[in-house]
T-cell receptor
Framework: GENVEQHPSTLSVQEGDSAVIKCTYS??????FPWYKQELGKRPQLIID?????GEKKDQRIAVTLNKTAKHFSLHITETQPEDSAVYFC???????????FGKGTRLSVIA | NAGVTQTPKFQVLKTGQSMTLQCAQD?????MYWYRQDPGMGLRLIYY???????DKGEVPNGYNVSRLNKREFSLRLESAAPSQTSVYFC??????????????FGSGTQLSVL
């Protein structure tokens, strides 16, 4: 089955700096890669996703890149703000076929 | 439109006791899921139901049973609770299907402690 590795497990950045979180997946058939944000004590919520037919997707300060050949994808957050502090999870699946498999999460702290 | 509602929010059990976690969604989604979240372990799938009338094991099904009661409701049962089942449990739903977005909508979680 699918295995998703996520790094780093913790990340601290200064406010205004960029943050990058990386994930690798094992199943070359996976074609859907979402990112979820979980604030302290809250439920995970989808922030951005990408499908295997595109290499990059942006939404304001957030972007995700995908390298199918290397089987890795990354989350990029620019101009970080204190409200970006949260745990971020990457995930992978074969869309419409298999449920999401999540990475172990990255705790991002943005220091003001 | 409440989204995904799960109960209870908190529960303390003694080893060997049983309980059922309830989950309901009002978005007419076909698929429903139960995940557990442990520190440093991410979200691990316990069971899922791709459609009404079907259930399948996920990554960590041992010690759990599920029932897809109807399209709206998906319950998780612990028959004989163990300390290793201390965790935060999340129910989720999605419109998963071929060539459709798989956005998961999560419930607010159940914090379960087994003593």
């Amino acid at each position: 089955g699918e295995n998703v590795e996520q790094h780093p497990s913790t990340l601290s950045v200064q406010e205004g700096d960029s943050a990058v979180i990386k994930c690798t997946y094992s199943d070359s058939a996976s074609n859907y890669f979402p990112w979820y944000k979980q604030e302290l004590g809250k439920r995970p919520q989808l922030i951005i996703d990408i499908r295997s037919n595109v290499g990059e997707k942006k939404d304001q300060r957030i972007a995700v890149t995908l390298n199918k050949t290397a089987k890795h994808f990354s989350l990029h957050i620019t101009e970080t703000q204190p409200e970006d502090s949260a745990v971020y999870f990457c995930a992978a699946s074969i869309s419409g076929n298999t449920p999401l498999v999540f990475g172990k999460g990255t705790r991002l702290s943005v220091i003001a | 439109n409440a989204g995904v509602t799960q109960t209870p929010k908190f529960q303390v059990l003694k080893t060997g006791q049983s309980m059922t976690l309830q989950c309901a969604q009002d978005m007419n989604h076909n698929s429903m899921y139960w995940y557990r979240q442990d520190p440093g372990m991410g979200l691990r799938l316990i069971y899922y139901s791709a459609s009404e009338g079907t259930t399948d094991k996920g990554e960590v099904p041992n010690g759990y049973n599920v029932s897809r009661l109807n399209k709206r409701e998906f319950s998780l049962r612990l028959e004989s609770a163990a300390p290793s089942q201390t965790s935060v449990y999340f129910c989720a739903s999605s419109e998963a299907g071929a060539n459709t977005a798989e956005k998961l909508f999560f419930g607010s979680g159940t914090q379960l402690s087994v003593l």
